[in-house]
Nanobody, 123 residues
Framework: VQLQASGGGLVQAGDSLRLSCAAD????????MGWFRQAPGKEREFVAA????????YYTDSAEGRFSISRDSAKNTVYLQMNSLTPEDTGVYYC?????????????????WGQGTQVTVSS
């Protein structure tokens, strides 16, 4: 089971980034996929998730209206489009596969994790 996150970088406040997470087919098709982030000295926190068929999406309050999660089953890839970035969005972003096909917003809901991609937003 492999998850490969990419797309991070150094941007200025107000800019946009799109993160990608490539997964193998066994990992991807039947499960909710999520994005988490971890800032220095803080616990890993939920950002967004998308159900197995893409019908339902879930966001933390700070991401609602600015971020958009999507999935492309043909490419076994999950995306996180992040707009209007602020310095508070800085951290390592991890994609993960849930144990479930429906709602999953806790770290312990997820059993496979990618390696993380750094997002740094300067003010």
């Amino acid at each position: 089971v492999q998850l490969q996150a990419s797309g991070g970088g150094l941007v200025q406040a107000g800019d946009s980034l799109r993160l990608s997470c490539a997964a193998d087919g066994r990992t991807f098709s039947s499960y909710t996929m999520g994005w988490f982030r971890q800032a220095p000295g803080k616990e890993r926190e939920f950002v967004a998730a998308i159900s197995w068929n893409g019908a339902n999406t879930y966001y933390t309050d700070s991401a609602e209206g600015r971020f958009s999660i999507s999935r492309d089953s043909a490419k076994n890839t999950v995306y996180l489009q992040m707009n209007s970035l602020t310095p508070e969005d800085t951290g390592v972003y991890y994609c993960a596969r849930s144990r479930y096909s429906g709602p999953a917003q806790k770290v312990y809901d997820y059993d496979y994790w990618g390696q993380g991609t750094q997002v740094t937003v300067s003010s």
